[in-house]
RNA sequence: GUGGGCAUAGCUCAGCUGGUUAGAGCACCGGAUUGUGAUUCCGGGGGUCGGGGGUUCAAGUCCCCUUGUCCACCCCA
């Protein structure tokens, strides 16, 4: 065996019982904050068609997807969920009951250059709405969003979440710049969405490229990258069309998040439009207040989806929400809780003749629903008791010739150190 | 893809300009007299110094290659 077969291949990770736990424990909170909003739980097949993928995004994606063919089959790792619940729902949406709430907790994968908080295999939570048109959707899962960052004991004000509209960007460029050639907006969108990480100088020069497919002049490029410094929804309207459908959304949107309670912890920020290509309304991205971070998780408004991939046009909004951002932030933050492992019981029998014995207690036990470890060599008392505490177990049942003769275990309580005997058969 | 840092025990690391047999803390295992947890004390196992090649009397240390990892850029959710 080679060396490097030894290791997961790069960019997956094993997780060992103290990783589990975490894990775990944030799989529960995305459940749970999942069924409180009561969305379902649903889930799809890891592997699907390699076209289920590319048709939506173009073909640079088909590098960055595990894929391979298999008997004439040529077949993906998912690399988001959205597709495959897109599928779900075309096909079901004669008789499904709308608006649909569907949530996941599922692993994707994508094949890419590894930086923090990016891996090529990571667990994300993804909440999608079905079928409603209105902000109504959009507000329910932000405030799920923020739920989430509460349950997980993220201060308010830790992390923020920006959100903008596609729609509004588009109807005021069509007004102005784009007035000519409404399909620039989509590359256009593309070039902008970089405009944070490679400043407004290289966004403008890429705007103005003759070769590019945007191809702006610079007057109405820099009116453009002007336009994403907006941070306030109200001036942003001003260079909207008037009476903007848009501009009325994301108002509406502000004002339910106001009754939701999270007004104080989203910005207008005209400068998020989101890199994917599906997204039509409303987009929204979380991230931590200090900027240190990538993107938290992300979402928006996607309501030509359904029909691009073959099916009727159902509006839909959902948002996706990785691990390893938020486990990167709640390390950072020293938040994670103590995990310990939760074992209620400890049989400890001193011999094999007192063997028998201790499976009967064992699995009465665990017929009652207590976690119960039962030892399985031959250590010495002393070295269980060190076990039983260092597993954070209630109780140590000790059975040595002495107590089978009596009929009873020795039951010690760790906590206080309080010995009782109970009975080996109770009846 | 480009540039840089790092790679020494299970973990975190020390090892000065090359120089005896490579260390510490934690962890692990054992002991401190009968079947009882902490602390303490004593002892123990464990390292092809990431891998390969080179320079040298001598390489953990210097050079080259390679693999892994981290950071920045690039790209992208």
Sequence with gaps: MSKTALRPPRGMRDFYPDDFRRRAWLFDHFRTVGQSFAFEEVDAPMLEHAELFTRKAGEEIVDQLYHFELHDRHLALRP?????IARMVIAQAGSLRMPVRWFTVTQNWRYERM???????HFQWNMDVWGEPSVTAEAELIAAIFSLLDQVGLPRGEVKIRINSRALLEETLRKGVLAQRPEAFAPLCVVIDKLDKIGADAVIDQLTDSEGAVGLDETSAREVVGLLQLRDLDEAARHAPAGSHAFEELKRLF??????????????????????????GIVFEAFDAA???????????????????????IP????????????????DKGLWPELPRCVDDLIFPFGESEREAAIQIATRL???????????DSPKLKRAMI????IGAQRIWMLGPDEISRGHAKVRELATGKESEEPINPD
């Design 316 to 331: 839909a909004v959902g948002f996706g929400f990785g691990d390893v951002v938020l486990g990167e932030l709640l390390s």
């Design 80 to 84: 988001e969920m959205t597709p495959s």
């Design 387 to 390: 076990d039983a505490n260092r």
């Design 366 to 376: 665990r017929g009652q629903g207590r976690r119960v470890e039962l030892i399985l």
């Design 291 to 313: 900027g240190t971070l990538r993107a938290i998780c992300g979402g928006g408004r996607y309501d030509n989806l359904a029909q691009t991939l073959g099916g009727k046009p």
């Design 115 to 121: 930086t923090r908080g990016r891996k090529r295999e």
């Design 255 to 280: 004002s339910l998040l106001e009754a939701y309670g999270v007004r104080e912890d989203v910005i207008f920020d005209a400068s998020v439009v989101r890199g994917l290509a599906y997204y039509t």
